[in-house]
């Protein structure tokens, strides 16, 4: 419990007041803003479309497949004139079906109007004033509501005895993620497991002083008009996952792209969406990802050797408690069971279901973590204290070298592809590297493979629906379980490629009894307890199987 | 498009490797562009530039050879080593604090390099695990800063591409850029360069291939006939595609030119090195002198001491390998391995498509 001795640490802000964020920038001229990313998002998709014909076709498709998004999964917070301008289309496309010679500035136009409603609607509403109020309601609401939790008393409401920073401790590269966001600009890159995450990264940005991040929150959470207010206000832009077609995927890009050449703080969840497993990513989207790596190239052909660098900054949110996991799991086996398509759904479908999500998060929570990983530059080296990329060997590498042939920057999509997927892959390997392990990981890891080992012929959905009596574990021999596997991650935390929480520095015991207290602690099923005879069980396997996912990859099941 | 290529490298290309097949590379590349070789050993550097030959071969006048690796890194951005796979990670580590991202390497090794765990040998490893293995490009992505990489592969005998002989190679990188600059660099009137996108598969197809030289050397020394080579030559190429396919590479990749193609051609090669060992290993001779008498490495032996390690390791059937170890490190008569291999037990005809 020492954590809570730890000197903490105030950050002044990098940036000194808000008329230096370019997020007010891009937002002050919000309009002029959505023009230029309609404007190069018609350049690249003409470009990428092979002629009229091809674009009609293009067209077509997406026509029918928003047609079908209106049909058969409506959201409320879609436009009311949704139908009436998508049947708008679709009489344009059929007039111009009928024309024998078919019009080139016709078929232009049409596009243009499909990009410039969807890059107004990704576009966000960011504004300072509501920015600060927003932040200023959150820190506070929440500080106030964990007083009130923890000290059980209504009037301990107004106490200042306990705040966000109790709660939630941030570790790793925070300096030097400080240092590069003066001298370039940081795109986040966190994992992303519970809804909480937005939140939380929104807070952990203020926290450290960084200026506000402009970062894709899924549509369905602009559902709520108060969620909604908050994103808008905390820098959000929108990205409705229900929309595959090419050209708003574009688009999207576009508007990414663009932010961060204008020098936009940004964040990606390059998972994409929460971890259906619990697994830490593995496969990462690179459709966001990719546009780090064009802007960064677009800076150096527009500005040369001054050009703005990019870092990226992997990002690990740790949890002893996730509250949408038996949802998540569910999904996660679901589709695991019978590959089957599965429809985006919006959980958080009314108000009340996230103020009491986030009222039992803030009462109840256990203790987060935040880890930092090393800044790097979008090939993923490593960089110096000046924001030079540096190879194995710390010699200084120009990151503008990679896109240039024969001196010549050229532009190359296949190669930026390439790029995208390696810089991913980095972005993998650092996760792994600072994602802490905390107690309730190593108990559900240790308690899930003993189960496993038990029972060597089962395939793991046989696992998961074992009996009630074949799911015993004798207190001891989980202990010399976690034993061993305490000394192997601690072996690979020396090696510098896993992180712990400092409680698993603490004698077994009660690093098993602050697993037992923390894990999934508000599940109304949980995965791990004590039974009367000091025996360890499950009352839910999937959960088991959600919270140990967390330390599968790193192949220490046979040390169990 | 050839012609235009001509004049599109401002820069030299460089070569790193004055083996046989280091210097018909410069050659080849010399028909377009001028080409910079480096040799470590300056006899060679003063015969080349001095009167364009060197051992048996003659150099195309665009050919300028030097000594010194520093040099060759800052004035050439397109770089083909061409080293043993023994001495490949001690070059690229030489070379690394001169290359830059922007450098291109394509590479023409067929070998393979082991990364064991401090201090351990091939013989203290119980299972090797494909991190234990590398191939070339994953050397040089290992030890520089440079990630355009790709290779050569493909039924390029050294000695007909000299005599001026048509020929077809295969590029792979999962760059298309750096197979379309090889193929602007190598393509000409009698050489076609395809592309291949599976850079692992394209670079197993030329180190596995070696295994199956050497059996068809042996084949050739025991007099067994054409009848033996066509089985040899297909089954081989059904545990090269086993092997391929654990360490990465795609089944496609085998059936292509650098696959069947190379083994084809390496087959019926007598010239080759890896031919020769197993030519002499059937008429008696033991490895030891043989690999005396050779003036060039045969990559075969030491991807047949590795490929055996990873059949065993990844569980894979590869009976045409497992004999040839024991043939060269174990004492057993190539008779004895042809009789083993023929009673071998399982025939199923294709069974990995």
């Known amino acids: ?560 | 498009m050839v012609m235009a290529s001509r004049s599109t490298f401002k820069k030299p290309i460089g070569v790193v490797g004055a083996g046989s097949f280091g210097l018909a590379v410069a050659n080849l590349l010399a028909e377009n562009s001028q080409v910079l070789l480096f040799a470590r050993n300056p006899e060679v550097v003063e015969a080349i530039n001095t009167t364009k030959t060197w051992d048996k071969y003659k150099m195309h006048e665009n050919v300028h050879a030097i000594n010194d690796i520093q040099q060759l890194a800052e004035k050439c951005e397109v770089i083909f080593p061409v080293v043993p796979s023994a001495n490949f990670r001690e070059m690229i580590k030489t070379l690394s604090p001169f290359l830059h991202p922007y450098h291109i390497l394509i590479h023409a090794t067929k070998g393979l390099d082991l990364n064991l765990p401090r201090g351990k040998t091939l013989a203290d490893m119980e299972v090797l695990e494909r991190r234990h293995i590398k191939t070339m490009s994953e050397v040089i992505l290992d030890e520089s800063v440079v990630v355009r990489v790709g290779c050569l592969a493909g039924p390029n005998l050294a000695f007909e591409i000299a005599q001026g002989l048509p020929a077809a190679t295969v590029i792979a990188s999962h760059f298309n850029e750096v197979i379309q600059i090889g193929q602007q660099l190598l393509r000409s009137d009698r050489f076609q360069v395809y592309g291949n996108p599976d850079l692992t598969g394209i670079e197993l197809c030329g180190v596995l291939k070696n295994i199956i030289a050497i059996a068809s050397g042996a084949l050739s020394g025991l007099e067994l006939g054409e009848n033996a080579r066509s089985l040899l030559i297909s089954r081989g190429m059904v545990e090269m595609i086993y092997l391929g396919r654990a360490m990465g590479g795609k089944t496609e990749s085998f059936i292509g030119l650098a696959g069947i193609g190379d083994l084809v051609a390496t087959s019926h090669s007598t010239l080759s090195r890896n031919f020769t060992v197993g030519n002499r290993l059937a008429k008696g001779e033991n490895l030891e002198d043989i690999l005396k008498d050779m003036k060039e490495v045969a990559e075969g032996v030491n991807t047949i001491r590795i490929s055996k390690k990873i059949a065993e390791s990844f569980k894979i059937r590869a009976p045409i390998t497992e004999i040839l170890y024991r043939v060269l490190f174990e004492g057993l008569t190539m008779e004895d391995a042809v009789q083993y291999l023929m009673k071998y037990p399982l025939n199923v005809d294709v069974d990995f498509m």
């Open chain 1, 1 to 560: 419990m020492f954590e809570r001795y730890k000197s903490k640490r105030k950050y002044e802000p990098i940036l000194p007041g808000p008329r230096e964020w370019p997020v007010v920038q891009i937002s002050k001229n919000r309009k002029e803003f959505v023009q230029e990313v309609s404007d190069i998002a018609f350049e690249r998709i003409k470009n990428t479309t092979r002629n009229k014909t091809a674009l009609i076709e293009e067209l077509e498709t997406t026509l029918f497949k928003e047609k079908a998004r209106i049909r058969e999964n409506p959201w409320k917070v879609d436009p009311d004139d949704d139908n009436s301008f998508w049947s708008g289309v679709k009489h344009k496309l059929l007039d111009l079906s009928q024309k024998k010679v078919k019009d080139s500035d016709e078929v232009d136009k049409i596009l243009k109007e499909i990009i410039h409603r969807y890059a107004d609607e990704i576009a966000g509403n960011f504004n300072t004033s509501h920015y600060r109020f927003a932040r200023g309601v959150a820190t506070f609401g929440f500080n106030r509501l964990l007083n009130a939790a923890r000290v059980k008393k209504f009037g301990s409401f107004w106490s200042d005895k306990l705040t966000m920073d109790d709660k939630i401790q941030i570790n790793g590269e925070v300096d030097k993620l400080r240092e590069m966001a003066k001298k370039g600009t940081i795109v986040l890159v966190p994992t992303h497991s519970s809804n909480l995450d937005s939140i939380l990264i929104g807070w952990v940005i203020y926290t450290l002083g960084l200026p506000p991040v402009i970062y894709g929150a899924g549509l369905n959470l602009f559902n709520i008009a108060i969620i909604s207010y908050f994103m808008n206000s905390l820098g959000a832009y929108k990205v409705d996952r229900r929309k595959k077609n090419m050209i708003y995927l574009e688009t999207l890009k576009t508007y990414s792209s663009l932010a961060l050449q204008k020098g936009c703080e940004s964040l990606f969840f390059p998972g994409g969406t929460r971890s259906r497993s619990g697994m830490l990513e593995k496969d990462l989207k690179l459709g966001l990802l990719g546009t780090a790596i064009e802007a960064q190239r677009i800076n150096f052909q527009e500005k040369g050797d001054a050009a703005e660098k990019i870092f990226i900054v992997p990002v690990s949110l740790n949890y002893h408690f996730v509250l949408e996991a038996p949802s998540l799991i569910h999904q996660y086996l679901e589709k695991q069971g019978q590959e089957r398509y599965y429809v985006e759904n919006d959980e958080f479908s009314s108000s009340y279901k996230i103020i009491t999500f986030l009222f039992k998060f803030f009462t109840k929570g256990s203790n987060i973590s935040v880890s930092i990983g090393k800044p790097m530059d979008v090939l993923g080296n490593e960089v110096n204290e000046n924001g030079e990329s540096i190879d194995k060997n710390n010699r200084i590498i120009e990151t503008k070298d990679y896109f240039t042939y024969q001196n010549e920057i050229t532009i190359d999509k296949q190669r930026e592809a390439e790029y995208t997927r390696m810089l991913s892959e980095k972005i993998v390997t650092q996760y792994r590297k600072i994602a802490r392990v905390f107690s309730s990981n190593l108990l559900a890891f240790a308690a899930f493979e003993i189960l496993k080992k038990r029972n060597k012929k089962l395939d793991l959905f046989s696992l998961l629906r074992l009996p009630d009596e074949d799911l015993i574990i004798t207190y001891e021999e989980l202990k010399s379980v976690c034993e061993k596997l305490k000394k192997k991650i601690l072996e690979r935390v020396e090696e510098d490629c896993m992180s712990v929480a400092d409680h698993i520095l603490e004698p077994i015991d009660s690093i098993i009894a602050h697993g037992l207290l923390n894990i999934g602690m508000y599940h109304s099923k949980r995965p791990l307890i004590k039974t009367k005879e000091g025996d360890i069980t499950t009352m839910d396997m999937n959960l088991l199987y959600f919270y140990r996912n967390r330390l599968d990859g790193y192949g220490l099941e046979k040390y169990v």
